[in-house]
């Protein structure tokens, strides 16, 4: 191994671990029935920017897309990926890992969401480009947000909508010093690591 490959491994080792140490383990999504492949990878690499550790996928009526090796290196190869089965099974995994669980939409009665606390352990749901959040699927979250918005047209395309819900998710957390150690413990640290280095 010549100096210089030694010295590009030593700062891939580097930089793998402070992005390991930025993850936040409290703070994902959910991709409900999104298709087109765009999109999705869109969204994965809104995550791996604001450190999301794991996207859950929740697929009933549609097939998840097949997204290319270019568009998905980017982005989903450093974001973990949670298959569910249905609704229950989802909401009932991540309460019980502690997530508050918030549909993103727009009725009546959605909340904005940047009035929310997301220091908080918080998921996601995202919905299909032309019908949103499925119903069965939104009334089971525990509340409904918005992004306000002011022109004619009334929804964000959804993987612009995932990366305005993760920057002020992101802004809250840092001013909150959440970016300043590891959410996850050194075991799980190694772990991912272990993982990491040989992508």
Same mark, same amino acid.
């Given at each position: ?6 010295? @590009? ?42 450190? =999301?550790?794991? =996207? ?22 450093? =974001? ?16 019980? *890992? ?35 959040? *499925? ?24 993987? =612009? ?9 992101? @802004? ?28």
């Amino acid at each position: 191994m010549t100096d210089e490959t030694k010295k @590009r491994t030593l700062s891939r080792q580097i930089r793998i671990r402070q992005v390991l140490a930025h993850r936040q383990k409290d703070l994902t999504l959910v991709l409900s029935n999104i298709h087109d492949p765009h999109n999705v990878s869109a969204i994965y690499r809104s995550c791996d920017a604001f450190g =999301v550790a794991r =996207v859950h996928l929740h697929y009933t009526d549609t097939a998840f897309p097949a997204l290319g090796a270019r568009s998905s290196a980017s982005g989903r190869k450093w =974001v973990e990926s949670v298959r569910h089965a249905d609704a229950g099974s989802l909401l009932r995994d991540l309460r019980q *890992e502690g997530f508050r669980v918030l549909a993103a939409g727009c009725s009546p009665g959605a909340k904005p969401f940047d009035g929310c606390d997301l220091t908080l352990p918080t998921a996601f749901i995202l919905g299909n480009e032309h019908r949103g959040v *499925e119903p069965a699927l939104a009334t089971l979250a525990d509340g409904e947000v918005v992004i306000p918005m002011y022109g004619m047209i009334r929804s964000l395309n959804v993987s =612009v909508a995932a990366a305005v819900l993760l920057a002020e998710a992101s @802004r809250q957390r840092r001013e909150a010093g959440l970016y300043a150690g590891p959410s996850f413990d050194p075991q799980e640290l190694e772990r991912l690591y272990a993982l990491w280095i040989r992508r």
